[in-house]
């Protein structure tokens, strides 16, 4: 018994002695591959998730036409709602149709390639221009121009910024996943905007409706009711839902 | 360097970092989420400009003003056209799944000729050019073999200007032989010719009355022009006004009526007479109608006092005495009473006796031409259809002294306009080829004419058929050409009258939307097609095309029904009963017997006396189930119960103690046979129902139109056969000798 005991032992303390080098030599040479390999698996995802992905995820659409948003806009009285005007029933007619443009375009004005395929191509054929519309949103979002424009009296530059002083329609960026236009997340990829046009998604929305809402609210000067004050804080929908914060408002 | 698993596990973790702080993740995620809602397959309304267009709807005979919704230049949904006469904003099922029928696959999408046999589905493509040639040349070949006559047009009406226009040709060309199809039109114009002596349709007062008393009329099924009777029918829950119901079935109008009675089919007549007698009896009849404007009413008054006595109408209809003698006071004692009859939607004429009697019932009360009443709407009086006679040639006329292939108008029916039943039958029973060429237009008789069996045989006998139909229906599908029409949102086409509206009213078909196919306008087919044949045949018809003629022809009611969808003459009022009668004595006539030689009142049996057949098989209708010319487009078959149709099975309703002795249970699978055939279909089990009755639902059943039309369920004409009336020679049948056969 004790015999083989002491082999066992043997045996263990044999076997434990040039492990010892080993595990020193990991411990100091391999910190570095370790955070190197780190840094590199960080750095590439990076340049992957902030470069190349952007690129990938959006495709390049040139518009049908180029258009000069400055030069028709020196040419009409009535700003913005010239073109993109509102109809006798309140809703807005948004791009204009080839109507609109046969009114002076009937017939060829200037030299230009563009005016060519306007009159020949579309005007002529009575073909809608499929222009790609930047700003244009999923079925289920409700957005009634009318009662930012109209109501609220905003200005066409507060979502659309000044697309009225350009002298030609950029690319149209196409969202190989969902469809739509790269304005709508924002040129940005981050998602942080400079400019309230930058972005259209729904909380930019909510950002200016939550404001409205509590510009509203502190001019109304209620009393300070505290029971429902702090429900209001821990279930902001309950209570009395703001009219224009319910989901139901623009998701139709 | 060597990469271990540790530094790999690093790298991947630095990885994960990365993507972690960087927008990919977060966008994707968003990207994503407005994708799973974004699905090509997902349909997207288109957005544009909000307008409405008014029309009329010509789906069914009710003549409803539509109010169709466009987006642009597309039509996006049906409404009702709001103030509108006959349906006030209202509309029906049908009338809101018209556009599926308009953008459907069952469109004919140009002209197309038969390549494979009839009923094959093999058809070529060919121009408007070709067809035309085509049928030119039939025509011509049967001219000049001095076989005119031969030719045939089955329309579904016979008024407005389309149908005047085929009527017109077949003047021109040397045929009488234009029928109309089936329906209660046919019975009411008959009485009002027979007792009234006019050339009238018969408008009902609905919205006045105060007591409606309906034998077997569908007033919540589909009677008359439906959406005006739906909303009678609410206006008289307001009012206070009553509805009896007399139904072997108990039918949506039954359980919603006041009253529900129910009766053995078929002794309707008997009932109507016993109501009679005790009106006659207790002298609750209106004496100033019977003694000044009533011709010949003792000898009537005699028949139903001897023969109708409510003991003996009691063991006929299996109604208690008691019932009839109240349900005659009550009827005679309210201010406005009407009675109306033709079962369910009305499709079938009925029985001479049937109608007349109800008729007099009216006339007792003194509802005839007055508020509430039954109103004899002159025809004349909305005939805009002022064209000169035809100049007829030496084989138009010729062909002008023969007699109808269906016998219309002939000594045995001196007084019926037409026959299409016995137009079937006589093709089928004589030796001779009796119609070589046959035109169909706006009707589909190959499926829903009664006795469907003998339909396709006569078809069969028929060498030569062109259909005009917009969609591939049961008739197109068996024709050797089609000449698509277009479809109603299409094209312009007056619509002259509404089923038992009570005022003269047009309205006006317009096109809402451009053809959507190679098709063309029957009345431009028409007016080409008798350019092309020259001779007196183009001189009858000068118009350039149909518009212009509908132009010319609609005169200065074309701006007020172009604005408004609808003309109707406003200074119509309560005909009365002053110079109401044009009989030969100026007065409402109760002879039968004598003036017309038409046999005694009554009872009109059914077909099959075997005792093989121990039940009887009855066809009812239902507002959910389109049984016309077209069929019923997914909306609306979605909206039929499955106790009705299920999956491809039709249930057929039949009382638990039928299917007790039977041992059937709900849903069980049955052969039903009749004398024409049978077809297998499952049990409904249904108190509403006698228990000699079985009640089949028509209008399933189709094997044209498309997949999402056809092949549910069967239909009911398969096993129904007709049973003349003696009288007017009209299919009267109302049912069919039946059994059942557990499977």
């Known amino acids: 018994m004790s015999q083989s005991e002491d082999k066992v032992s043997e045996n263990s303390a044999e076997k434990k002695q040039p492990r010892q080098p080993g595990e020193n030599e990991q411990g100091n040479g391999s910190s570095g591959p370790i955070l190197l390999l780190f840094i590199v698996g960080l750095v590439i995802s990076l340049i992957i998730g902030w470069v190349i992905f952007p690129k990938l995820l959006y495709s390049q659409k040139k518009q049908p036409i180029d258009f000069n948003h400055e030069l028709h806009n020196q040419e009409v009285d009535e700003g913005c709602i010239s073109c993109h005007f509102f109809r006798e029933d309140g809703s807005f007619a948004g791009v204009p149709k080839n109507e609109q443009c046969a009114g002076c375009h009937e017939e060829v004005l200037g030299e230009s390639t563009d005016e060519a395929i306007l009159v020949e191509e579309y005007i002529a054929k009575d073909k809608e221009i499929p222009w790609l519309i930047y700003s244009k949103q999923p079925d289920c979002v409700f957005f009634s121009h009318a009662a930012h424009v109209k109501m609220a009296e905003m200005g066409c530059k507060t979502c659309h910024g000044p697309i009225g002083k350009s002298t030609s329609l950029k690319m149209y960026e196409e969202n190989r996943i969902s469809g739509y236009s790269r304005d709508i997340w924002g040129k940005n990829i981050s998602g942080i905007k400079k400019n309230e046009w930058d972005r259209m998604k729904m909380n930019d929305c909510a950002a200016c409706h939550k404001e409205a809402a509590s510009a509203k609210a502190s001019a109304s000067k209620r009393s300070p009711q505290l029971f429902f004050d702090l429900l209001a804080m821990v279930f902001p929908d309950a209570g009395k839902p703001q009219k224009t914060e319910a989901c139901f408002v623009c998701h139709k | 360097m060597k990469i271990d698993r540790r530094s790999f596990l690093s790298f991947i973790i630095g990885g994960a970092a990365g993507t972690t702080l960087s927008p990919l993740p977060w966008k994707l995620m968003d990207d994503m989420s407005i994708w799973t809602q974004m699905w090509p397959w997902t349909p997207v309304p288109e957005n544009g400009e909000v307008s409405y267009a008014n029309s009329t709807c010509t789906l069914c005979p009710g003549g409803c003003g539509i109010s169709v919704r466009l987006i642009d230049d597309r039509p996006v949904k049906i409404e009702g056209t709001e103030g509108h006469p006959v349906n006030d904003g209202g509309l029906c099922v049908m009338g809101l799944s018209g556009l599926q029928l308009l953008y459907g696959q069952s469109r004919v999408k140009g002209p197309m000729k038969r390549v494979g046999k009839r009923g094959e589905k093999n058809w070529e493509q060919i121009s408007w050019d070709e067809a035309i040639s085509m049928v ?462 038409l046999p005694h009142f009554c009872i009109l049996g059914i077909k099959g006396d075997d005792p093989s057949y121990p039940l009887a098989l009855i066809p009812y209708d239902s507002m959910r189930l389109a049984n016309g010319f077209i069929g019923d487009p997914p909306f609306v078959i979605k909206t039929v119960e499955d106790t009705v149709l299920k999956g491809k099975d039709m249930f057929v309703d039949i009382n638990p103690d039928t299917a007790k002795k039977y041992g059937l249970v709900e849903g069980s699978k049955v052969i039903l046979k009749t004398p024409n055939g049978e077809l297998k279909v499952r049990v409904h089990l249904f108190e509403g129902i006698f228990q000699n009755l079985v009640a089949a639902p028509r209008g399933l059943g189709h094997t044209g139109y498309d997949k999402y039309i056809s092949g549910k369920g069967a239909n009911v004409n398969e096993l129904i056969g007709t049973f003349e009336d003696p009288a007017s020679g009209h299919d009267a049948a109302w049912g069919i000798a039946a059994q059942l056969i557990k499977v």
Request: glycine content about 8%; hydrophobic content about 35%.
């Open chain 2, 136 to 597: 030119a040349e039939k025509l011509d070949e049967l001219r000049s073999d001095g076989e005119s006559h031969t030719l045939s047009c089955i329309s579904g009406s016979d008024q407005g200007t389309v149908p005047e226009l085929f009527k017109r040709f077949l003047d021109a060309y040397g045929s009488v032989n234009f029928t109309r199809m089936p329906s209660i039109d046919d019975s009411y114009e008959l009485v009002l010719k027979l007792m009234h002596g006019v050339e009238a349709s018969a408008g009902f007062d609905v919205e006045n009355t105060d007591f409606l008393l309906s034998f077997s009329s569908g007033i919540l099924e589909g009677w008359g022009s439906p959406v005006r009777m739906f909303s009678a029918n609410g206006s008289w829950k307001k009012s206070g006004g009553k509805v009896v119901q007399i139904d072997s079935r108990l039918s949506n109008t039954a359980a919603k009526a006041d009253h529900w009675i129910p009766i053995n089919p078929g002794n309707e007549v008997v009932l109507a007479l016993g109501l009679a007698h005790v009106i006659i009896k207790d002298s609750l009849y209106n004496k100033e109608f019977i003694t000044n404007y009533s011709y010949n009413f003792e000898n009537w008054k005699r028949v139903v006092l001897n023969e109708y006595s409510p003991e003996s109408v009691e063991k006929v209809t299996g109604i208690n005495k008691t019932i009839i003698r109240a349900l005659a006071k009550d009827f005679a004692g309210a201010k406005k009473p009407l009675a109306i009859c033709g079962k369910g939607q009305g499709k079938n004429p009925g029985s001479t006796s049937e109608f007349m009697a109800v008729h007099a019932l009216n006339a007792l009360v003194g509802s005839i031409n007055t508020d509430g009443g039954v109103w004899a709407v002159d025809n004349d009086k909305q005939n805009y259809i002022q064209w000169p006679d035809v100049k007829k040639d030496s084989v138009a006329e010729s062909g002008a002294q023969r007699d109808r292939i269906d016998g219309a108008g002939t000594e045995n029916y001196p007084y019926t306009r037409y026959l299409p039943n016995r137009f079937i039958e006589n093709i089928n029973s004589s030796n001779e080829s009796l119609v070589k060429l046959l035109f169909v237009h706006g009707a589909n008789p190959y499926y829903t004419l009664p006795d469907t069996h003998n339909v396709r045989k006569a078809f069969e006998k028929i060498p030569f058929i062109v259909s005009f139909s917009s969609y591939m229906d049961e008739t197109a599908l068996n024709a050797d050409l089609i000449l698509p029409n277009h479809a109603y949102l299409e094209r312009y086409e007056d619509v002259p009258r509404t089923r038992s509206f009570n005022r003269p009213i047009i309205g006006l078909s317009k096109p809402i939307i451009e053809p959507q196919y190679n098709t063309r306008h029957s009345g431009d087919v028409i007016i080409t097609k008798e350019k092309k044949m020259g001779g007196s045949i183009a001189a009858a018809l000068s118009w350039e095309n149909y518009e212009q003629c509908l132009q010319e022809t609609l005169g200065d009611k074309w701006e007020t029904l172009n604005e408004n969808g609808f003309w109707v003459d406003e200074t119509f009022k309560v005909p009365g009963w002053k110079n109401a009668f044009k009989t030969p004595t100026l007065k409402c006539d109760f002879s039968y017997n004598e003036l017309f030689s």
